[in-house]
Each structure stands twice: as C-alpha cells, then as structure tokens.
C-alpha cells in the first residue's frame, strides 16, 4: 500500500509522558512532510493547547477537539465542524456541578475549568470560572471529571441515557503513572474518526491510504477505520488488541522508529536515526 497521509495521536503518542516532543520524533514526521506526504495531527487538544507544545508547522492540518474543529496550518485558517449547543451544555452543567470534581468546557482557543482544584495554570489560554454562564464561546467539547474510578461509568452512562445531542467517551490517562478516567463529552456523531474521513474526502485521499498512531480510547475509532492503525507500546490494552501494528512507547520515539521501520514503502523518504 501506498499510504498519503501520516496522521497522529499528541498526548501519549507523538508527545513524551513529559508533554515534550524529542528531536528525533520532530525530525520524523517533518521528512514525511518535506517528501510530499501529508501530515495531519489529531488531538482532543485545542488550538492554544497545541501551540503551546509544539511547532504546529510540523503539520498540514489540525484535527482539534476530538474532531470538532480542523485547522489548515498553511492558510491559517480553522473551521468548527460542530459544537455542544448552549442548551445542552448548562443542562450537562446542571446536572453535574454539585457532584462532579471538575468541569472543563473547551472552545477553539480557550480552557474554561469548573471546580477543578488542581495546580494553579499559569496558560494564558487557560481560565478557572465559577459558573457556566462565564463561558461565551461556542464550546466544541467538555470533560466531567469523577471523584472516584466507580463513578465514571455511573456519569457515562447518565449521559449516554440522558442527553441525545451529545456522545461520551470513557477517558483514561495513558502517559501517566495514576488510572486516572473521566468522560470526554462531544457533539453526537462527532469523532476523530468522522472529521479525518471528511478531511480526506476534501483531498481527494481514501482512509485506506492513512497511517494513524493513537494510544486511548478516542483513538480506537480511527485505530480500526485507517488503512494503518497503529497502537504505541504504552496504549490501553483495548486499543492494542484493535490495532494492525504495534510501535514502541511514546518515551522511545515510537512513531519515529516505526516510520523508520516502513520507510521502504516511502518513496524517498530517507532513513531516520534513532538517535
């Protein structure tokens, strides 16, 4: 297979458990881009997130937000594919402020947090509010974060059964050392997965000539859909069971030795050093 696009997973993936990206990793996927191969970031991060991390010029496009927002890194230019309507998400917020340890509401620039008592952010991109009716922006996406690991799947399911504007996805830390969960919350019908194919549907590329690398839940729709799934060696076991390859951890340079590993079905696409 001739693959055209070579697509990525940031946090747990491309990113080290230190949020940083090795050289090595950079040089990586900057030779995808300097031999004609497009290269697409996928996160549940927002704009500012990403430009905070790293130099989004490594990339042609940005999907954002679990899917919900794309951003042509050449033109400058970003687009919502959907939001959480105003109604839907005070109802979610109503619902949960009284129980829940946090709520993020995530817009295309912004990180709106609830009750979360976490370390203080210094992010510009970041504000601690007191109340929903603080948030103006659209907001593409929220988090529910539980006190316990019993209550998340309480919270899922409550949503799932509750709210049909909307889908959840069950959320687990891989690049950390906690078990970590909490439930993702996105417009229905939105995913990494459906943005991806809307994207390659616009350039005229099948998903079949996709390599992705993801290591959590909101990438196993994507993981099992592309012409090359691969899970990283720290990836949840669900995502490695779905996976067609498996690379390397995210702490040693997984997508970089692995696209080393395929570079004789890259036209010159030259050698990558692993150290």
């Known amino acids: 297979m001739k693959y055209k696009i070579i697509s ?3 946090d747990g993936t491309l990113l080290t458990n230190e949020k940083k990206i090795t050289n090595i990793t950079k040089k990586a996927i900057l030779e995808c881009k300097n031999n004609n191969y ?6 549940a991060r927002n704009l500012s997130s990403v430009k905070n991390i790293l130099d989004i010029k490594m990339f042609n496009y940005l999907i954002l937000n679990n899917g919900c927002y794309i951003y042509d890194v050449e033109k400058n230019k970003g687009k919502y594919i959907k939001n959480i309507d105003r109604e839907t998400v005070i ?3 109503n619902n949960f402020k009284s129980i829940a340890q ?3 509401y995530i817009s295309a620039e912004k990180y709106y947090m609830y009750r979360n008592k976490g370390t203080i952010d210094s992010r510009s991109f970041v504000k601690k509010i007191n109340g929903a009716e603080e948030v103006q922006d659209s907001i593409a996406r929220m ?3 539980p006190y316990t690991l019993e ?3 309480e919270y899922k399911n409550y949503i799932d059964n509750n709210f049909e504007k909307v889908e959840s996805i069950l959320m687990q830390d891989t690049d950390k050392k906690t078990n970590k969960k909490w439930v993702a919350i996105n417009p229905k019908g939105i995913n990494k997965f459906t943005t991806l194919k809307q994207l390659c549907n616009e350039l005229n590329i099948s998903t079949d000539e996709v390599i992705f690398f993801g290591d959590s839940t909101n990438d196993l729709v994507i993981i099992q859909n592309v012409g090359l799934g691969v899970a ?3 990836a949840l076991p669900q995502v490695k ?3 067609k390859e498996i690379a390397l951890s995210n702490n040693e340079n997984g997508v970089a030795v692995f696209l080393e590993k395929l570079s004789i079905t890259f036209e010159n696409v030259p050698k990558i050093s692993k150290h």
Do not use: Y
């Open 232 to 234: 990283m060696g720290n």
């Open 241 to 243: 069971e779905k996976a």
């Open 151 to 153: 209550e998340v799947q």
């Open 38 to 43: 497009i290269t697409i970031g996928i996160t």
């Open 143 to 145: 988090n529910v974060m």
């Open 8 to 10: 990525t997973d940031f």
């Open 91 to 93: 109802k979610i917020t």
């Open 102 to 104: 946090g709520i993020d």
